[in-house]
C-alpha cells in the first residue's frame, strides 16, 4: 500500500498551529510531544490502532501513520502513513488493506518546519533481515552527535527525525536484531517510547528515566501499548502495567519476554504530563490524571487562597484543578470560559488584530456568569505570558470585577530537551520576571503559582522507589541527563 500525501497548510487546528502561522501568534501553550500504539496478536490490529491513535489525537494533530505486520500473508508489512487528523488520514477502506495481526501506530506534532510526509511515522526500512518500523515519542539528546558519526561512515538518511537514527544504529550492526536494538538503545540518551517492529518481533522500549509513560494492556490473548491509558478504556483494554524505565519487552511467536536494556537512574517521569498533556482520564503510574488535577486546585488554594465570587478553569486543562479548588474553599465553581471545540482549521493570518480575534474563536468568556465578579481564574502554565493576558482581558471585556490568575505548576523557567516543545529560555517569561512583573504583564489583580513541594505532593509524591519519581527539570533546572543547552530541543519524533 503506497503512501499518501494529504498537504495541508500549517494553521490552527484547535490545539495548536500547524505551518505558516509560528508558535506565539494565538496561543503560546506547550505543544504535545507525540503518541504511539502498539498491538500484538490480535486479528484486527489496524481498527484497535485507528482507535487507540484516535485516542491519543490531542498528542500529535499533524500526521498518523500505522504499519502492520500480517502473519497469514509471509509476515508481510503493511502501512499507511498521511498528513492530518487520525480521521482525516484513516477511512474503512485504507484499515482493511492493513491487514495484521501486530502493528504499530503513531500520531506526530512536530515544530515549525518538519510538517512533511517523510517525517510522518511509522518510519520503515528495509534492511538485511527485512522490514523494520520504528514509532517513538519522546526525543533524543545525542541524536545529533550519533547522526553526524553515522553519517560519516556512510549512512544516507532520508528523514530529519532523530528516530531514523535508531534504525540506522540497528541496521549497521553485525548482530542479531534483539541484541542490535539493545545496543542502540544503550546509546542513546532523551526521554523516549519505543515501538520497534520487524517481520517477526515487536519490540517496546521505555528510557531509563522514564520519562515518557508507555503503558501495557490486554485484549482478549493480544497485547497493547499505547502512551496513556486512556486508549485502553475506548477498545476495551484492560490495563495491565506501565513499562519500567529501561526495560525492553520483547513479543514473538514465542509470547512476551520481559529484559532490560539498561538499569533505572533515576525515575524521572515527566511532571508536566500530570499537570497540561495526558488526557484526565488517563493513569500514569496509578495516579488518576483528573484526580491528581484537582489535588492541584486544593493545593492552590491551601497555599494562596482569594477571596473571590466564583471559580472558573482555562478549558480543558484546569477544569479539574478549578473544581479541586472550589471543593477546597467552598467559592462556586463556574463555566466562566467556553472553549469551541469547532474552530477546526481556520484561515487565520498572523496580524495583531486577527490574532486577538483568534483566541476570541477559541475561548469565550460567559458575560452573564462573570460581569460584576470577583473571578479566580485557574490555568495550567505560563509560558511567555501571551496567552494569560489574552484570557485575562477577555474576562474584563465580558465586565469580571476581578480576575486573580492561579496556576496549578511552579514557574516554567527552563526548556525542555526530552519532546516537548518549548521555547527557548530566553523566552519563558519566568526566567527572567518576578511574579509580580508578570502579574502585571498579564493584567492580572493577583497571581500564585502551585509550589514545587506543593505540586509533588498533589501528584502523590517523587519518591523514586515508590514509582512516581518525576522530573521537574522546567521548574527546577534538574535534567535526569546530561542535555546540551545549545542543542535542537525540538520533538525528535
Ligand atoms: S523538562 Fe519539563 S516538560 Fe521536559 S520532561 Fe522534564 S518535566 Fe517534562
Redesign the pocket.
Known amino acids: 500500500m503506497s503512501n499518501e500525501v494529504i498537504e495541508k497548510p500549517r494553521l490552527w487546528t484547535g490545539n495548536h498551529y500547524n505551518e505558516g502561522i509560528g508558535r506565539d501568534d494565538i496561543f503560546d501553550k506547550l505543544r504535545e510531544e507525540c503518541g504511539v500504539f502498539g498491538v500484538f496478536g490480535h486479528p484486527n490490529a489496524s481498527d484497535l490502532s485507528y482507535y487507540g491513535l484516535h485516542a491519543l489525537q490531542h498528542r500529535g494533530e499533524e500526521s498518523a501513520g500505522i504499519c502492520t505486520v500480517d502473519t497469514t500473508d509471509n509476515n508481510k508489512f503493511n502501512s499507511y502513513r498521511g498528513m492530518g487528523l487520525v480521521k482525516e488520514v484513516f477511512d474503512k477502506d485504507k484499515l482493511d488493506m492493513l491487514a495484521g495481526d501486530r502493528s504499530i501506530g503513531h500520531v506526530r506534532y512536530s515544530t515549525a518546519g518538519e510538517s512533511k510526509l517523510a517525517n510522518a511515522q511509522p518510519l520503515i526500512f528495509r534492511y538485511r533481515d527485512g522490514d523494520l518500523a520504528v514509532a517513538t515519542n519522546g526525543n533524543i539528546v545525542n541524536a545529533p552527535e550519533i547522526r553526524r558519526e553515522l553519517e560519516m561512515a556512510g549512512s544516507i538518511f532520508q528523514t530529519s527525525s532523530d528516530t531514523e537514527v535508531i534504525a540506522h544504529l540497528i541496521a549497521r550492526s553485525p548482530k542479531d536484531f534483539e541484541t542490535a536494538a539493545k545496543e542502540a538503545l544503550q546509546r542513546i540518551v532523551g526521554?523516549f517510547a519505543f515501538l520497534i517492529m520487524t517481520n517477526d518481533k515487536l519490540l517496546v522500549a521505555s528510557d531509563p528515566h522514564g520519562?515518557r509513560p508507555i503503558a501495557m494492556g490486554r485484549i482478549g490473548d493480544g497485547y497493547v501499548f499505547s502512551s496513556e491509558t486512556c486508549a485502553f478504556e475506548t477498545i476495551g483494554a484492560e490495563y495491565m502495567r506501565d513499562v519500567q524505565p529501561g526495560e525492553l519487552l520483547v513479543l514473538d511467536s514465542d509470547g512476551m519476554r520481559q529484559d532490560r536494556y539498561a538499569e533505572v537512574e533515576r525515575r524521572a517521569t515527566?511532571?508536566?504530563e500530570y499537570i497540561y498533556f495526558a488526557r484526565p482520564d488517563s493513569d500514569i503510574h496509578g495516579i488518576n490524571i483528573h484526580s491528581a488535577r484537582k489535588r492541584m486546585g486544593q493545593q492552590l488554594a491551601i497555599e494562596s487562597f482569594v477571596d473571590a465570587d466564583i471559580v472558573i478553569g482555562v478549558p480543558d486543562s484546569s477544569i479539574s484543578a478549578a473544581i479541586g479548588y472550589a471543593e477546597q474553599t467552598g467559592i462556586p465553581y463556574e463555566l466562566g470560559l467556553i472553549k469551541n471545540k469547532y474552530t477546526g482549521r481556520t484561515f487565520i493570518q498572523p496580524s495583531q488584530e486577527l490574532r486577538e480575534k483568534g483566541v476570541k474563536m477559541k475561548l469565550s468568556a460567559v458575560r452573564k456568569v462573570v460581569e460584576g465578579k470577583r473571578v479566580v481564574m485557574i490555568d495550567d502554565s505560563i509560558v511567555r505570558g501571551t496567552t494569560s493576558r489574552r484570557i485575562v482581558n477577555l474576562l474584563r471585556e465580558a465586565g469580571a470585577a476581578e480576575v486573580h490568575v492561579q496556576i496549578t505548576s511552579p514557574p516554567f523557567k527552563n526548556p525542555?530537551y526530552?519532546g516537548?516543545d518549548t521555547p527557548d529560555r530566553k523566552e519563558l517569561i519566568a526566567s527572567y520576571r518576578t511574579v509580580e512583573e508578570i502579574r502585571k504583564e498579564i493584567n492580572a489583580d493577583s497571581l500564585a503559582f502551585l509550589s514545587d513541594e506543593g505540586f509533588v505532593e498533589s501528584v502523590g509524591g517523587n519518591d523514586g522507589e515508590h514509582n512516581r519519581g518525576m522530573?521537574?527539570?522546567?521548574f527546577d533546572n534538574d535534567y535526569p541527563t546530561v542535555v546540551d543547552e545549545n542543542s535542537d530541543k525540538s520533538c525528535g519524533c
Open positions: 526521554g520519562l515527566c511532571a508536566m525542555c526530552y516537548i522530573c521537574l527539570a522546567c
